[in-house]
């Protein structure tokens, strides 16, 4: 079984590529953290590539080194690399740049290298690919709006991508991960930690790299084969309305 993990050098791919190389042959891509992820693959044996997936270069760089890779093709696609504004500002005061710049990254890059992926599934009539959203995707944060139109984006394309690919046997997921302790929220960990103590959650705890993970576990495993275009939410009952 073959996988490709975007964004795995650390957070929630980090624990989406240790669990799958339980399994899987995986390649884990990085940016910008070389050493973490040589460590990741001296724990695991996962390949490492490095790969800006809002450049087209380089996602066709990385299907291509996969496909040397996998001769027998691709069974798993996780789309998980993302990266959040560099600067939070009021959506009165965001720039183009930022939005520009994010949306590469969290819309165009996985959409596109999933365009990709899919046809070499088609081709060997097989696979499944997950989109890594989040619950940004249906909330509303003023202060990083291009971040939330980028995930709410994303579940636009689990939709069409599920919908065009169904009848080719290929599944397509989307996990929208909630309040999960990586490094990217770190700034702001205490923060959330005191309003799940106040009641954010229904699962009063923040979640974990390897809640996520066990989704996709799900998923590689084909138990949610019966279930393609399906939303999965991994955030402790957020989601939830409550009245």
């Not at 957070?11 to 891509?29: Q, W």
């Not at 460590?39 to 066709?60: K, M, N, P, Y």
């Not at 690399?81 to 740049?97: N, Q």
């Not at 249906?138 to 579940?155: D, P």
Request: proline content about 2%.
């Amino acid at each position: 079984m073959n996988a490709i993990v975007t964004g795995a050098s650390r957070g929630i791919g980090r624990g989406i590529a240790l669990e799958l190389a339980k399994t899987h042959r995986v390649v884990a891509t990085y940016l910008g953290s070389l050493d973490k992820a040589e460590t990741l693959r001296a724990e695991t044996g996962c390949s490492i590539f490095r790969c800006d997936v809002s450049q087209a270069s380089d996602r066709a760089a990385l299907i291509t080194f996969a496909r040397e890779l996998f001769p027998d093709g691709l069974d798993l696609l996780v789309n998980n690399a993302g990266i959040a504004p560099r600067e939070r500002r009021d959506v009165l005061d965001a720039t183009e740049e930022s939005f520009d710049e994010v949306l590469a990254t969290n819309l165009k890059g996985p959409h596109f290298l999933t365009q990709m992926a899919a046809r070499w599934m088609i081709e060997a009539g097989r696979g499944r690919i997950v989109f890594v959203s989040s619950i940004s995707a249906f909330t509303a944060s003023v202060n990083r709006a291009e971040y939330c139109i980028s995930k709410a984006g994303v579940s636009m394309s689990r939709m069409v991508y599920a919908q065009r690919l169904a009848g080719e046997g290929i599944g397509v997921f989307e996990i929208q991960p909630g309040v999960i302790r990586t490094d990217m929220i770190a700034k702001v960990e205490k923060a959330y930690e005191e309003k799940i103590a106040g009641g954010l959650l229904p699962q009063k705890r923040m979640g974990e790299a390897r809640d996520v993970a066990q989704v996709v576990r799900a998923i590689a495993d084909g138990r949610l084969d019966y279930c393609t275009g399906q939303v999965i939410h991994a955030d402790g009952g957020f989601h939830m309305r409550v009245l």
